[in-house]
C-alpha cells in the first residue's frame, strides 16, 4: 500500500488512487497465477482522470515482464504519462526499461500475454468499447478492464465520461467472448474525488501516522472483498471484467 501511495503523490494523485491500485493488484495476481508468467503487457488506453495507470507498470516489474506498451490516442495525456514515468525512474519505482509509451490507440495486430485499462472505455461509444475489447482479445491470453461502475449512486456523468451499467455490458460482451470472470472493485471508506491538504499528504509520507493509515486501509480491504455483492454493488467505484484471449 505505500508503495502504491508514493506512486500516486508523482502522479498527483492521493490515498484513493493508492487504495485503487492496491485492490487491482490483489485481484490480477490472482488471476496471474492461473495463467502462467506473463511476459509481455499492454496498457491499452489512460484514465480519463485519476492518475496515469502506473500500478500496472509495477505490477509488470513484480512478476518480472520484459515489456510494457502503453497506448493513448490523446498527445497531452502521452505527455502526461511520459512525465509520471520519468519521476517513478527518479525515484527508483521502475526500471529505465519499462514502460514504452506511444501515441495512438491501436494495437495493429501485436501480440500481448496481457492487456489491460482502467476507466477509458467511457469515453468511447459502447459498440467501440466492445469492438476494442474483441481486438484486445485477439491480440492477448488474457485481458482485464476497469470501467466505472453504473450502479453507484455517487457517480454523476459529465460530458466525455459516464459509468457503465455492468450487468448489460457484460451481457452483450459475453455473446462474442470467453468472459472468465467480473465483479465490483475499490470501494474505499471514503467517497470518489475526497481531497486532504497537502500538509495531511506529507505527513503520510512522512511516516508522522502512514503506519495507521495504511493499516486501516488494508483492513479495509479484506473487510471489501468480504462484503457481499450487492452492497459492493452501490458503493463499489468500479467493476472489472476478465476476458480469454481468443
Given at each position: 500500500?505505500?508503495?502504491?501511495?508514493?506512486?500516486?503523490?508523482?502522479?498527483?494523485?492521493?490515498?484513493?488512487?493508492?487504495?485503487?491500485?492496491?485492490?487491482?493488484?490483489?485481484?490480477?495476481?490472482?488471476?496471474?497465477?492461473?495463467?502462467?508468467?506473463?511476459?509481455?503487457?499492454?496498457?491499452?488506453?489512460?484514465?480519463?482522470?485519476?492518475?496515469?495507470?502506473?500500478?500496472?507498470?509495477?505490477?509488470?516489474?513484480?512478476?518480472?515482464?520484459?515489456?510494457?506498451?502503453?497506448?493513448?490516442?490523446?498527445?497531452?495525456?502521452?505527455?502526461?504519462?511520459?512525465?509520471?514515468?520519468?519521476?517513478?525512474?527518479?525515484?527508483?519505482?521502475?526500471?529505465?526499461?519499462?514502460?514504452?509509451?506511444?501515441?495512438?490507440?491501436?494495437?495493429?495486430?501485436?501480440?500481448?500475454?496481457?492487456?489491460?485499462?482502467?476507466?477509458?472505455?467511457?469515453?468511447?461509444?459502447?459498440?467501440?468499447?466492445?469492438?476494442?475489447?474483441?481486438?484486445?482479445?485477439?491480440?492477448?491470453?488474457?485481458?482485464?478492464?476497469?470501467?466505472?461502475?453504473?450502479?453507484?449512486?455517487?457517480?454523476?456523468?459529465?460530458?466525455g465520461r459516464k459509468a457503465v451499467n455492468p450487468v448489460e455490458f457484460v451481457k452483450k460482451l459475453s455473446s462474442k467472448l470467453a468472459i472468465i470472470g467480473w465483479g465490483y472493485i475499490d470501494m474505499p471508506p471514503f467517497p470518489s474525488?475526497?481531497?486532504?491538504?497537502?500538509?495531511?499528504?506529507?505527513?503520510?509520507?512522512?511516516?508522522?501516522?502512514?503506519?495507521?493509515?495504511?493499516?486501516?486501509?488494508?483492513?479495509?480491504?479484506?473487510?471489501?472483498?468480504?462484503?457481499?455483492?450487492?452492497?459492493?454493488?452501490?458503493?463499489?467505484?468500479?467493476?472489472?471484467?476478465?476476458?480469454?484471449?481468443?
Amino acid at each position: 500500500m505505500k508503495k502504491f501511495y508514493e506512486v500516486a503523490l508523482l502522479e498527483g494523485e492521493g490515498l484513493g488512487t493508492a487504495y485503487e491500485y492496491y485492490m487491482k493488484r490483489r485481484l490480477l495476481i490472482k488471476l496471474f497465477r492461473k495463467e502462467g508468467h506473463l511476459n509481455s503487457f499492454c496498457v491499452f488506453g489512460l484514465p480519463e482522470k485519476y492518475g496515469t495507470s502506473m500500478d500496472f507498470c509495477l505490477l509488470a516489474g513484480e512478476v518480472k515482464a520484459s515489456r510494457v506498451t502503453i497506448l493513448d490516442e490523446r498527445r497531452e495525456v502521452v505527455n502526461k504519462c511520459t512525465a509520471a514515468v520519468t519521476k517513478l525512474r527518479e525515484n527508483k519505482l521502475l526500471p529505465d526499461s519499462l514502460p514504452h509509451v506511444k501515441e495512438g490507440l491501436d494495437l495493429k495486430d501485436e501480440k500481448y500475454d496481457f492487456i489491460t485499462n482502467c476507466d477509458v472505455f467511457q469515453r468511447f461509444s459502447e459498440e467501440e468499447a466492445l469492438k476494442m475489447i474483441e481486438s484486445a482479445a485477439e491480440n492477448s491470453k488474457l485481458s482485464v478492464f476497469f470501467l466505472p461502475n453504473g450502479f453507484n449512486v455517487s457517480h454523476v456523468p459529465s460530458p466525455g465520461r459516464k459509468a457503465v451499467n455492468p450487468v448489460e455490458f457484460v451481457k452483450k460482451l459475453s455473446s462474442k467472448l470467453a468472459i472468465i470472470g467480473w465483479g465490483y472493485i475499490d470501494m474505499p471508506p471514503f467517497p470518489s474525488g475526497s481531497k486532504i491538504s497537502e500538509e495531511k499528504k506529507k505527513a503520510v509520507k512522512s511516516g508522522v501516522f502512514n503506519f495507521a493509515v495504511f493499516v486501516v486501509l488494508k483492513l479495509w480491504a479484506i473487510f471489501e472483498i468480504l462484503t457481499p455483492s450487492f452492497i459492493r454493488k452501490k458503493y463499489s467505484h468500479a467493476f472489472y471484467v476478465a476476458v480469454k484471449g481468443k
